[in-house]
């Protein structure tokens, strides 16, 4: 079972400001997966990589696969309130789907 | 993209009784998954709801005390059986439709608090 650790763990910032969550492992992945979720809901599928070094976004978010498709980055520039939730990424290896165990992000007014 | 539907979204249960919850997807998939998320926590899988099969269910999770059925593609339950405190968790509902990639559909999850 491919352990999956994400950090930080907790992040609080300022709005305007910019921030880095990070999604490691030493096993290799067939595509990784980015979920936000929200109090009292499930979790929303944000993007999927699938391709060392892939690079996707998503309006102020960055999404980074790693080259040898161990670990995966986000980025979101100058987050905004509404960024705020349970960041969650989730690998995929031989049609088994584990999750991290997430970020909770609370951006300020 | 699946639209799932599950209930209850919450429910206040006496130890040693059984709750069903229900999960409805708008559309047939392959894929139907049962996880556990402790307040503010990440998810566990407890189990994989096969079509017409035993669901396969992950360590430390039993059919005994999680049995699931899954009559169609597009329907599963997720009993929890003799409850007790430590059950009280979200258990959220997923689908998934196998078409490269795996992406998850959640259910918006249940509530589920133990006396």
């Known amino acids: 079972t491919q352990l999956l650790e994400q950090s930080p763990q907790f992040l609080s910032i300022q709005e305007g400001e910019n921030l880095t969550v990070y999604c490691n492992s030493s096993?290799?992945?067939?595509?990784l997966q980015w979920y936000r979720q929200e109090p009292g809901e499930g979790p929303v599928l944000l993007v999927t990589v699938v391709t060392g070094g892939e690079v996707k976004k998503l309006k102020r978010l960055t999404f980074q696969f790693g080259d040898a498709r161990k670990d995966s980055s986000l980025h979101i520039t100058a987050a905004q309130p509404g960024d705020t939730g349970l960041y969650l990424c989730?690998?995929?290896?031989?049609?088994?789907?584990?999750f991290g165990a997430g970020t909770r992000l609370t951006v300020k007014p | 993209s699946a639209v799932i539907s599950q209930k209850p979204s919450r429910d206040i249960c006496q130890r040693g009784t059984s709750l069903t919850i229900q999960c409805q997807v708008d559309?047939?998939?392959?894929?139907m998954f049962w996880y556990r998320q402790q307040p503010g926590q990440s998810l566990t899988l407890i189990a994989t709801a096969n079509q017409g099969s035993e669901a396969t269910y992950e360590s430390g999770f039993v059919i005994d005390k999680f049995p699931i059925s899954r009559p169609n593609l597009t329907f599963s339950t997720l009993t929890v059986s003799n409850m007790s405190p430590e059950d009280s968790s979200i258990y959220l509902c997923?689908?998934?439709?196998?078409?490269?990639?795996?992406?998850?559909?959640f259910g918006s999850g249940t509530q589920l608090s133990v006396l």
């Open positions: 096993s290799v992945f067939s595509s």
């Open positions: 997923s689908a998934g439709d196998g078409q490269g990639a795996v992406k998850l559909f």
């Open positions: 559309s047939q998939v392959t894929m």
């Open positions: 989730a690998g995929v290896a031989n049609n088994d789907m584990r």
